[in-house]
């Protein structure tokens, strides 16, 4: 059983910084890419920030040059730096990591963790 765990959601003043990890345990065979997604009331969910095992990153334009997902691929852990937060960044944001089985992708999600940015 593959478990993953944010931490590192709070509360925090526009303009300021947050810092989310995501750390898997259980049997992980090959990480494929590892990211971050949100989801705001009454919206759907978004991707954030994904990167691959190579490293390469795609980001939302929403948060382009303000957010930044590194991955420690020994720990299969995932880290998304937040910085110049805004009120509309505030959501529930979920870690996602798919797992490349023979072949078959399979995808894992954590619980969520919940940023809040106050104006």
């Known amino acids: 059983q593959v478990q993953l765990v944010e931490s590192g959601g709070g509360l925090v003043q526009a303009g300021g910084s947050l810092r989310l990890s995501c750390a898997t345990s259980?049997?992980?065979?090959?990480?494929?890419?590892m990211g971050w997604y949100r989801q705001a009331p009454g919206k759907q969910r978004e991707s954030v920030a994904i990167?691959?095992?190579?490293?390469?990153?795609n980001y939302a334009d929403s948060v382009k040059g303000r957010f930044t997902i590194s991955m420690e691929n020994a720990k299969n852990t995932v880290y998304l730096q937040m910085s110049s937060l805004k009120p509309e960044d505030s959501a529930v944001y979920y870690c996602?990591?798919?797992?490349?089985?023979?072949?078959?992708?399979?995808?894992?999600w954590g619980q969520g963790t919940q940023v809040t940015v106050s104006s």
């Open positions: 259980g049997r992980i065979v090959n990480i494929n890419s």
């Open positions: 996602n990591a798919v797992d490349n089985i023979f072949g078959i992708r399979h995808p894992y």
């Open positions: 990167i691959s095992s190579g490293g390469f990153t």
